[in-house]
């Protein structure tokens, strides 16, 4: 009897791991691309805004602030995509140099990117997916 109980304990004990080992779609895909995102930061954004994101002076801005970040989420495919040639203000510090043009990313390139940057350097914004990338791009002004 003693054994029965252990076995079932056992049994129920291993069905549990594995349906909390599970993840659904997006905890997948949120994984794959901030890993994704992560190779095409260092070859297109990390000269200028840093290994750290912390940017370069006044030169470059930074990516280490989450409230920006998240105010302009919906802006930053267009930015990303077309580059900006306009004064941005990043913690009452003015920023006024032309972020160049990134024309040859596709969609999920910008997407996993973007996972990429609001989930590091101190940011938690979670999943953006190309759909959303698509969306944006769509109302760049």
């Known amino acids: 009897m003693r054994n029965r109980i252990i076995y079932t304990l056992l049994f129920l004990l291993s069905i549990s791991a594995v349906f909390h080992s599970c993840q659904n779609e997006e905890g997948i895909n949120y994984k794959r691309y901030y ?16 290994a750290d994101g912390k940017g370069l002076g006044t030169l470059y ?7 920006y970040l998240k105010q302009n989420k919906n802006k930053l495919a267009c930015i990303i995509k077309n580059g900006q040639n306009e004064t941005i203000q990043i913690n009452n510090v003015p920023f006024d140099g032309n972020m160049p043009a990134n024309p040859n990313l596709a969609d999920i390139d910008i997407a996993q990117v973007i996972v990429y940057i609001t989930n590091s350097f101190g940011n938690k914004q979670g999943f953006y997916s190309d759909q959303q ?4 791009l769509n109302n760049c002004k």
Do not use: A
């Open 61 to 67: 801005p930074p990516l280490t602030d989450s409230l």
């Open 133 to 136: 990338v698509l969306n944006d």
């Open 35 to 50: 890993v994704n995102g992560k190779g095409i930061y260092e070859k297109n954004c990390q000269s200028c805004h840093g």
